[in-house]
């Protein structure tokens, strides 16, 4: 690897934590067969194969070529994310992305790749680690504030779909968007806050000292410095024009990743406004959430949830649907994460030293 080694010498790790992470790990699969069980139960695999089959593959082909657009947006806006913080080199912002992406996706229990991706670039671009995974904690809260924004934008201005399930269907997502609304401002807020004070030293920075100081010595010297490092890593926050720019970034990476949806299901000729894709969005986003292996269940689950209560699609289409942009959202990412991982020489084994290093 350039520079040397990016993964930290292996603890002595406990047989406990070991256990505890096979379990997690075990639970999460039960968790995504379970949802998968549920995503195929009463299912038509004769005309699911037939619609798969009859798919437009051009469209599939745009639509994977956007859906590998985005990782490039999201690495152009984690690098203003990460300006006030230090350079950081477009390319290794690309490969750590794709590599974290894949991680999450590929590796158990889940989540790891948000770990991994910070460290890796920050031993790379010789940052600071917990300033990096600030900006990642950043980006998920930019990522929720622009769905919330597409989603309300579209409840408020576009069509809504017709039927007592799309009626239901838009209700739960006007009551999700107001829940993850103000979680998502209170958080962006506490988070302002930190990032002033760390920049100008304010009272604030100064209560947390106090407050940590309370901890034995050999917690609270790490644990204040990682706080202090934290709130650097979110000085993009009172740094405007890099704000702006990442804001901008984000609406288009939503943008593009609604798009490529949008494609996906017109491959399967089901015709829905653009705009309304937005709605399936906000569902999906639920979908993820559910921190199974590759976002298995959760994401085809409320996938063709949406299309059949929303829109009215036939159940077999929207779960061939359903398949279909799973596969286009997480098989190309995947595939070149493996290859940039191999490339780096690195080891699922290494991954699990970054979590416990962090």
Known sequence: MPGGSLVPPEPAASVEGRGSRRLQSAALALVGLSLLAFFFKDADFASIAASLAAAEGW????AVCLTMVSYFVRALRWRYLLAPVGQARLKICFETTVIGFMVNFLVPPGRLGELARPYLLARREGLSASSAFATVFLERVLDLITVILLVGGWLAFGSAPDGAGSRQAVYGLKVGGLLA??????????????????RQGGSALARV????????????????????????????LVDRGNLARAGFLSL??????????????????????????????????????????GAV?????????????????NENT?????????AIAFIPVSLLGI????RE?????????IRTAT
């Not at 609304?181 to 760390?198: I, P, Q, W």
């Not at 269940?297 to 699609?313: E, R």
């Open 181 to 198: 609304s103000a979680a998502a401002g209170l958080g962006l807020a506490a988070m302002f806050v930190l990032a002033r004070n760390v």
């Open 297 to 313: 269940g959760g994401y085809h689950l409320m996938c063709a949830l949406a299309l059949t209560l929303m829109f009215g699609v």
């Open 252 to 293: 288009v990476l939503w943008l593009n990743i609604s798009f490529a949806f949008w494609l996906g299901a017109r491959a399967f000729h089901v015709e829905i406004p653009f705009g309304a894709t937005f709605l399936v969005i906000g569902f999906l986003t639920v979908g993820v959430a559910v921190p199974t292996p």
């Open 59 to 62: 469209l599939i082909a745009v």
């Open 209 to 236: 000292e106090t407050v940590v100081g309370k901890l034995p010595l050999r917690v609270a010297q790490p644990a204040f410095r990682f706080i202090k490092s934290f709130g650097e890593g979110l000085g993009v």
């Open 339 to 342: 290859f940039f991982f191999v």
């Open 345 to 353: 020489g690195m080891t699922l084994r290494d991954i699990r030293r």
């Open 318 to 326: 929207a779960k061939a649907i359903a398949l279909a942009s799973h």
